[in-house]
Structure formats: C-alpha cells, structure tokens
C-alpha cells in the first residue's frame, strides 16, 4: 500500500528497545515538524483552498500526537530532549531541484510530506508489531493509523494540483530515491534514521 521500495530492516526494532528515550524524544519532534509543515503549506499557498482546510486539522492533529509523545515521556520520568537534524529527512529534500512555477513547487512539497508520513507509517506498525513493551506497541498501532492517512492526503493532493501522469513519475523516482537513501539509515535510535 505504501509503496516503499526498501523495508526497513526488522532489526531496527532491537535498537529502539534499547533506546526508548531517545526514540521517544525523536518522534516528539517529528510530531511538531509535521505540525510546522502544515503551518508552512498554509503561509506559502494561501490560495488552495481545500489544502489550507485540511492542513488546518492537520496542525491540530500533529500537534494533540506531539502532546501525546511528550506525555509518554513524562510517564516515564524523564524529560523532552533536544531536538536533532533528521538525517533522512534532510537527505529525501536534495531530491528535486529548487524553484520551478509554484504548482511545482507545491507538488514537490507535497510529495516529500507523503513520503515521510509512509516511512514513518512503516516504522510504527513495525514497533506496532515487534515491540516488547507492549503499551508502546499499542501506541504505535494507534499512531500508524493516522500516518496512512496523511500519507494518502498529501499523494491525493499532488495528484489533484498536478499532472497526474508527471506527478506518478515524479513519485516513483522519489520512491527510488528514498530507497537508496534507506540503506544507509536504520542504524541509529530515530524514528527516521
């Protein structure tokens, strides 16, 4: 359903486990990016309706997950950490070239949003599934749920503002993109990398 052309390695999970702190302060701050991109989609395209009434909710959405997270870490006596750059994140925007007419540059928003919300989709329904602490496990299934929407809300919206036949090219090569970007990340305790 995703698309994803490379699977996270199961093993990722057994560095989680070991990490639980970490993971959960990582995913915190992914939860308030999602939030900011949505803030941003609003300020840089005003003009598309149905995509600042859906980034609306979405603010809200991301930013309820953020608490959520955040609560989970209270939970466990310990406090928010420091926020850290999103090495997948920074490597998936080199992808296309900058500028470009402005619906080209919305689609390409677009469909990084979509990509990350399916990777991050992927991993949560892999903790979902593997997670010893099985509180956490039920969280991320909660949670996975949600990602799949976004994730199809944002491919929905490149296809609907662009070409559909460029903007499934466009998808597919990103797809590819990701995946070589894959086999260098799932070493670490992110949720992304």
Same mark, same amino acid.
């Given at each position: 359903?995703?698309?994803?052309?490379?699977?996270?390695?199961?093993?990722?999970?057994?560095?989680?486990?070991?990490?639980?702190?970490?993971? $959960?302060? #990582?995913?915190?701050?992914?939860?308030?990016?999602?939030?900011?991109?949505?803030?941003?989609?609003?300020? /840089? =395209?005003?003009? %598309?309706?149905?995509?600042?009434?859906?980034?609306?909710?979405?603010?809200?959405?991301?930013?309820?997950? =953020?608490?959520?997270?955040?609560?989970?870490?209270?939970?466990?006596?310990?406090? $928010?950490?420091?926020?850290?750059?999103?090495? %997948?994140?920074?490597?998936?925007?080199?992808?296309?070239?900058?500028?470009?007419?402005?619906?080209?540059?919305?689609?390409?928003?677009?469909? %990084?949003?979509?990509?990350?919300?399916?990777? /991050?989709?992927?991993?949560?329904?892999?903790?979902?599934?593997?997670?010893?602490?099985?509180?956490?496990?039920?969280?991320?299934?909660?949670?996975?749920?949600?990602?799949?929407?976004? %994730?199809?809300? =944002?491919?929905?919206?490149?296809?609907?503002?662009?070409?559909?036949?460029?903007?499934?090219?466009?998808?597919?090569?990103?797809?590819? =993109?990701?995946? #070589?970007?894959?086999?260098?990340?799932?070493?670490?305790?992110?949720?992304?990398?």
């Amino acid at each position: 359903m995703l698309g994803l052309k490379l699977p996270t390695d199961p093993r990722w999970v057994n560095i989680v486990e070991k990490n639980i702190e970490d993971i $959960l302060t #990582d995913h915190a701050w992914c939860e308030q990016k999602a939030a900011s991109t949505a803030v941003s989609l609003i300020v /840089s =395209f005003p003009e %598309y309706t149905e995509l600042i009434q859906e980034m609306i909710a979405l603010v809200k959405e991301e930013i309820s997950h =953020f608490k959520m997270v955040h609560d989970k870490i209270l939970e466990r006596g310990w406090v $928010l950490g420091r926020d850290r750059k999103d090495e %997948y994140v920074l490597q998936i925007v080199q992808f296309f070239p900058k500028g470009g007419s402005r619906t080209t540059q919305l689609v390409h928003r677009l469909l %990084y949003a979509a990509l990350i919300e399916a990777r /991050s989709c992927e991993r949560f329904r892999l903790l979902s599934e593997e997670l010893e602490d099985k509180e956490l496990a039920e969280f991320y299934r909660k949670l996975m749920v949600s990602e799949a929407n976004h %994730y199809t809300m =944002f491919l929905g919206f490149a296809r609907q503002y662009g070409d559909r036949k460029e903007v499934d090219q466009k998808w597919n090569e990103l797809l590819s =993109f990701e995946a #070589d970007v894959m086999k260098d990340l799932g070493k670490h305790q992110s949720i992304h990398g």
